[in-house]
């Protein structure tokens, strides 16, 4: 069964940096769109950025873009989320989700908490 | 697009048929998925092209809809079903249906 396996949340001071990584095993990786997404405590999911099959396309929410930059690798199966100038506001756990299409995701990992503090 | 769930919560017994509704504010393409999350996990995709069921989900499972109106079909409860229900059209998410089993 295909796996995704997310890495890298922290406890990070307001205007600290973070990257986050997500390891594919057991799935079409390569093949696939990938995006990530966030979650704040008692709030709904919401978009962050997504990245095509050879990132050669990426996109950002209003929200992170020019903050957040999203990279992939696909010979080691795996998605990046550098994140930049964190706000409280970016306190989340952030998943990352293959894409079926047009967002609609079928994989996603267990997220990993990422906490901003002012 | 801003979607709109209701209700916000439904509480009902197993066996019993549940209607979940996610309206949008403006018409949209059919790209639209419906989420299951339990505490402490990830969204679970059940739904998505507004009717076609993801990889191993019940056949209770079902959904339907046009425009701006969709619907989250569960046809009998069973007690696992439990859990917040989200709708998703691209970039939106709705804000959410809590799925209480008596």
């Known amino acids: 069964e295909g796996h995704l396996v997310e890495s890298g949340g922290d406890l990070v001071q307001v205007g600290g940096s973070l990257r986050l990584s997500c390891a594919a095993s057991g799935i079409n990786f390569s093949g696939f769109w990938m995006s990530w997404f966030r979650q704040a405590s008692g709030k709904g999911p919401e978009w962050v950025a997504q990245?095509?099959?050879?990132?050669?396309?990426?996109y950002y929410s209003d929200s992170v873009r020019g903050r957040f930059t999203i990279s992939r690798d696909n010979a080691k199966n795996s998605m990046y989320l550098q994140m930049t100038s964190l706000r409280a506001e970016d306190t989340a756990v952030y998943y990352c989700?293959?894409?079926?299409?047009?967002?609609?995701?079928?994989?996603w990992g267990q997220g990993t908490l990422v906490t901003v503090s002012s | 697009i801003v979607l709109t769930q209701s209700p916000a919560t439904l509480s009902l017994s197993p066996g019993e048929r549940a209607t979940l509704s996610c309206s949008a504010s403006q018409s949209v393409t059919n790209y639209l998925a419906w989420y299951q999350q339990k505490p402490g996990q990830a969204p679970r995709l059940l739904i998505y092209d507004m009717s076609k069921r993801a990889t191993g989900i019940p056949t209770r499972f079902s959904g339907s809809g046009s425009g701006t109106d969709f619907t989250l079909t569960i046809s009998s409860l069973e007690p696992e079903d439990f859990g917040i229900y989200y709708c998703q059209q691209r970039v939106s998410f709705g804000q959410g249906t809590r799925l209480e089993i008596k």
């Open positions: 990245i095509k099959s050879d990132g050669s396309e990426k």
């Open positions: 989700a293959r894409d079926v299409n047009y967002l609609q995701s079928d994989y």
